[in-house]
C-alpha cells in the first residue's frame, strides 16, 4: 500500500557517500544504520530530555484484540449480584467474553496480528555484520492488519433488536449500523500507524507509536478522523518545547514521504502534527507523549465493550450534537470526548445504572500509574457487565437529553465518570468560572474547559432543552437530527 514509503532506518536524505571507499559501495543497510546510529543522539541532545529514554524492548505495540463470544439479550435468570447489579459469571454465560486477549508477539500459523500491532521491525546492532544487516531488511511483505471482531457475537444487528423495539430505537440502530466504523476501516488507519512508526524510528529508534481516540475506542465513525501518540520517552515531555522540537523533525520527515500531505504543525497546549494519508484518505493528529490520551482510550474501550447499548447511544448523540452545531472545542463548544463522558455518566447515574465505574470495580486495571505500555493490557480480565436496566435505546436518549436539561444542575455539580456521580463543585481553579465542568478520569482535569463564553453555554443548553422537547412529544429520531442526510455524508 505505500510503495514509496522508506524503509526503517533509511536516512531522511539521499547519502553523498554511497561508495564509502572509493571502489566497493558500502550495503545499503549499513549506510542506514550508522546514519540512524549518528541523528539519534543528535535528536535527543537537542531536547531537554535528559536521557530518560524508554526502557529497552521491544518496539512494537503489544498484542491486544476483542474477541466477543456469541451472545444474547440478558434473561431473567442472569446470577451472581454484584453491589446489587446482575454480573454474569461463569462458564455458561452468554457473555462469557474474554477482554483483550494477549497472544505471543511471534503470530500463530495461519492466524493474523491483533490489531494495534505493527511487523516487528529489526534495528541491527553494532556486532552484526553486513550479511546480517541485509537480511534484516524490513521490505519483505507485510501481514495486512487483521479485521476487528463483530462487538456482540456474529449478528450485533440481532442483537441490539431487543432493546429497538419502538420507533425511535429502530432508527437509532439504523444510524448506529450506516455510520459506525468499520473493521476496514480501522485496517486502514492502522496499516498508516504501521509504516509510520517505522519511518518515525529512524529519528527516534526507541519511540513507539499508539492508534489513540474514538478510531480505537470503539466510538468512531466511518469519515472519524484517527489520534496518534508518539510515546518517545518514560517521564512527561515539555510541551511547549520539547514536544515542538519533535514534531518539527517529524515535520520534515513527513515532507519526504509521497502518501503524507499537508503535514501542519499546530502549537497549541498540546501541539500537534496534522497530516492527511494518500493512501486511506484518513486524516491524523500526532502528539507526543500525551499519555494521558492512551489512557482514556482503553477505558472507553472498556466501556464501550462492556454494554451493547453505549456505543449506538454516543453515536447517535455525537452527531445529534454536529448537526447542531455544539460538537467543536475549537469553537467553544463541546468536544467530541467531553460528549463520550457525559452520556457514560448519564448511563451511570440512574436509578438502575446500564454501566458501572469501571475504575471503582477495577482499580488496578486503570491505575493512573500503571506504566504506558501496559495499559492495552489492563482490563484484560474484566468480566461481561450486565444491567438489570433494561430500557430502550430511545428511551435512554430521551433520558440524556431530560438529564441535562432539568435534574443535573450545570452551576454546582462537576460530571464524574471516574466516580459515577456527580461531585459538588469546588472553588478550586479548575471548576472555578467554569460554565460546564466534566472530569477528566485520569489527570483531574476540566475537559469542557474550551466552553468559555456564556453565549455558548446557553445555546447548548436551549438545544438540550429544545430536543428533548421534540423528542418527547414526538418520539422520531428525525425531528431533530435528519437521518438520511446524515447517513448519506
Not at 5 to 13: D, F, H, M, S
Not at 455 to 482: C, G, N, T
Amino acid at each position: 500500500m505505500y510503495p514509496s514509503a522508506a524503509p526503517a532506518g533509511c536516512p531522511p536524505y539521499n547519502s553523498k557517500n554511497g561508495h564509502g571507499n572509493g571502489l566497493y559501495p558500502l550495503p545499503q543497510a549499513f549506510l542506514q544504520h550508522h546514519q540512524q546510529l549518528a541523528e539519534a543522539p543528535r535528536n535527543i541532545a537537542n531536547t531537554n530530555f535528559h536521557g530518560r529514554t524508554l526502557p529497552a524492548g521491544p518496539s512494537d505495540i503489544p498484542l491486544y484484540d476483542w474477541k466477543p463470544s456469541p451472545s444474547t439479550p440478558p434473561g431473567p435468570h442472569a446470577s451472581a449480584l454484584a453491589n446489587g447489579r446482575k454480573r454474569h459469571s461463569g462458564d455458561h454465560s452468554p457473555y462469557n467474553l474474554k477482554r483483550q486477549h494477549f497472544s505471543s508477539p511471534v503470530p500463530h500459523y495461519g492466524s493474523p496480528p491483533a490489531v494495534g500491532t505493527s511487523p516487528s521491525v529489526s534495528r541491527p546492532g553494532p556486532r552484526e555484520t553486513q550479511s546480517t544487516l541485509i537480511q534484516h531488511s524490513p521490505l519483505s511483505p507485510q501481514p495486512s492488519a487483521p479485521r476487528m471482531p463483530p462487538l456482540w457475537g456474529e449478528n450485533p444487528r440481532s442483537s441490539l433488536q431487543a432493546y429497538a423495539k419502538d420507533k425511535l430505537s429502530g432508527q437509532m440502530v439504523e444510524l448506529f449500523e450506516a455510520c459506525q466504523q468499520q473493521s476496514t476501516d480501522l485496517e486502514r488507519k492502522e496499516l498508516c500507524r504501521a509504516q509510520l512508526q517505522r519511518e518515525i524510528q529512524r529519528l527516534f529508534p526507541l519511540v513507539r507509536l499508539y492508534l489513540a481516540g474514538s478510531s480505537l475506542s470503539g466510538f468512531g465513525s466511518r469519515n472519524s478522523d484517527a489520534d496518534l501518540c508518539l510515546v518517545i520517552q518514560a517521564a512527561p515531555v515539555d510541551q511547549r518545547n520539547d514536544a515542538v522540537y519533535v514534531l518539527s523533525l517529524i515535520q520534515q520527515l513527513f515532507y519526504r514521504l509521497s502518501y503524507i500531505e499537508r503535514p501542519q504543525l499546530i502549537r497549541a497546549k498540546v501541539p500537534i502534527l496534522k497530516f492527511r494519508d494518500k493512501v486511506s484518505g484518513v486524516e491524523f493528529d500526532l502528539n507526543v507523549n500525551n499519555t494521558v490520551g492512551i489512557r482514556n482510550t482503553f477505558l472507553l474501550r472498556s466501556y464501550a465493550y462492556a454494554e451493547r447499548r453505549v456505543r449506538p447511544i454516543i453515536l447517535v448523540v455525537k452527531r445529534w450534537a454536529r448537526h447542531h452545531r455544539i460538537n467543536d472545542a475549537s469553537k467553544g463548544t463541546l468536544s467530541s470526548y467531553t460528549l463520550v463522558l457525559m452520556v457514560l455518566h448519564y448511563l451511570q447515574t440512574l436509578p438502575e445504572p446500564v454501566i458501572p465505574s469501571l475504575q471503582n470495580e477495577y482499580p488496578e486495571c486503570f491505575s493512573p500509574s500503571m506504566d504506558i505500555h501496559r495499559v492495552p493490557e489492563g482490563p484484560r480480565d474484566i468480566p461481561p457487565y450486565s444491567s438489570s436496566n433494561q430500557a430502550s435505546l430511545g428511551e435512554l436518549l430521551l433520558g440524556f437529553l431530560k438529564y441535562y436539561t432539568s435534574v443535573f444542575r450545570w452551576d454546582k455539580q462537576v460530571i464524574s465518570v471516574r466516580e459515577a456521580k456527580a461531585l459538588p463543585k469546588s472553588n478550586s481553579l479548575e471548576w472555578r468560572d467554569k460554565f460546564i465542568c466534566v472530569e477528566e478520569p485520569f489527570d483531574g482535569t476540566n475537559t469542557a474547559r474550551a466552553v468559555h463564553e456564556k453565549v455558548k453555554f446557553d445555546a447548548i443548553k436551549a438545544q438540550f432543552a429544545e430536543s428533548w422537547q421534540m423528542l418527547q412529544l414526538r418520539k422520531d429520531l428525525s425531528f431533530i437530527l435528519p437521518i438520511r442526510n446524515t447517513i448519506q455524508r
